[in-house]
């Protein structure tokens, strides 16, 4: 009884040993390995898959090794590539992995489910064979998405914000996306795809294109921050991207006179003071206000202050421009402009009509030389007519 069961122990030992041994003459005898690192993938319809394949020849010779797929679904185009080339046949070396890759073309109109097939690999005496496997995936449902870069734009009310935003169908069907927006009292917003206004567009299965949201104030706001939602809506699918308007205030200054009249009248050789109102109905601070003129040839003009430090909104300041014509100009209509200009840029102007009287100085001194000279031709006329 112990002389078998010193039997068995030595049985079972023995194929412990030869066992390795054993698997490894089995593998000889075929000398070719075929493998890939990734057989299972997932992809998309009309996606081109590549696998890379690795062959590995054990057997003692070098040689040329054929490729073929078995199984592969109809309509699907297989081809092999080695260094930039399409093949038909890899030369292997003992020892050295040779790699080469195979590319799958699936239709745009395959169904989603797991596909599999089989790479085989024939030499002289040697072969091996690899399963690979596809997922394609189920429709996707439809679905948008709108992005931008640069969602915050800031400028003065009178500034039209301009926002780059590429819209995606991220669905695989064309769908006809409608655009709206939600916007703050005083805004309206217009869509624009390559130049053009538009209001919806069709965007294809996994398109992507680029609308220009433009949005403007079109009655005087404060300064702010206003808020946008632009909306894209596509059938079942839908997508909102907010959006910022800061806008910033900005003066806005008129020129006038306490009577609304802009016109007054001057005499040569006099300089003549006339009162203006400069007001900012502007939604910032008005600094460092200039004030110039445009006088005719020969005129001059000064303003008492010629600067105003600051006008704040809603406000106006009393400024006295002083105006003496030429000496010479002829009595007559002429026209003034005059300029206030804060710092920053722009100005607003007013043109003033100058009506120019001749002085009363020389009316008196006129009629008085007209009356010395009617009376020394009346004394004249008396004692030469007495002879």
């Known amino acids: 009884m112990r002389r078998n069961w010193a039997v068995i122990l030595l049985l079972v030992l023995a194929l412990t040993i030869a066992g390795p041994g054993m698997a490894r003459a089995q593998e000889g005898q075929n000398g070719l390995l075929l493998f890939s690192d990734y057989p299972a993938r997932v992809a998309e319809r009309g996606e081109t898959v590549t696998f890379n394949l690795t062959l590995r020849l054990t057997a003692s010779t070098p040689q040329t090794v054929y490729l073929d797929v078995q199984g592969l679904p109809e309509g699907w185009e297989a081809t092999f590539r080695g260094g930039g080339n399409v093949v038909r046949a890899v030369y292997v070396e003992p020892e050295k992995d040779t790699s080469v890759t195979l590319r799958v073309e699936v239709p745009d109109d395959v169904a989603g489910d797991t596909y599999r097939w089989t790479v085989v690999a024939r030499g002289n005496g040697v072969s091996a064979q690899f399963p690979l496997e596809l997922t394609i995936a189920a429709k996707l449902p439809p679905r948008l998405s709108l992005t931008t870069d640069l969602p915050t734009l800031r400028g003065a009310a009178t500034t039209t914000f301009r926002y780059s ?66 909306v894209a809506q596509g059938g079942e699918a839908q997508a909102t991207l907010p959006l ?96 206030a200009q804060p710092e920053g840029g722009g100005y607003e102007s007013a043109d003033f009509r100058i009506t120019v009287l001749t002085s009363t100085l020389w009316g008196v001194v006129g009629i008085a030389l007209i009356a010395v000279a009617v009376a020394v031709v009346a004394l004249a006329v008396v004692r030469f007519g007495r002879r």
């Open 165 to 230: 935003v590429t819209l995606k169908n991220e669905g695989d069907e064309e769908t006809n996306v409608n655009l709206q927006a939600d916007v703050p009292q005083g805004f309206v917003v217009s869509f624009k795809y390559i130049g053009q206004e538009v209001t919806s567009l069709p965007v294809g299965a996994n398109e992507s294109k680029q609308i220009s949201v433009e949005a403007r104030a079109y009655t005087q706001i404060p300064a702010g921050t206003y808020p946008i939602t632009v």
């Open 244 to 339: 910022v308007a800061e806008v910033t205030g900005q003066p806005d200054l008129t020129i006038r006179t306490p009577d609304e009249r802009l016109s007054t009248q001057v005499y040569t050789g006099r300089e003549t003071p006339v009162q203006i109102l400069v007001q900012n109905n502007g939604t910032a601070p008005a600094l460092d206000v200039e004030l110039s003129a445009s006088p005719p040839s020969g005129w001059s003009v000064r303003f008492e202050p010629e600067r105003v430090a600051e006008i704040p909104a809603g406000q106006q300041v009393e400024v006295t421009m002083h105006i003496r014509p030429a000496d010479k100009a002829v009595a007559g209509d002429y026209m003034l402009t005059v300029r």
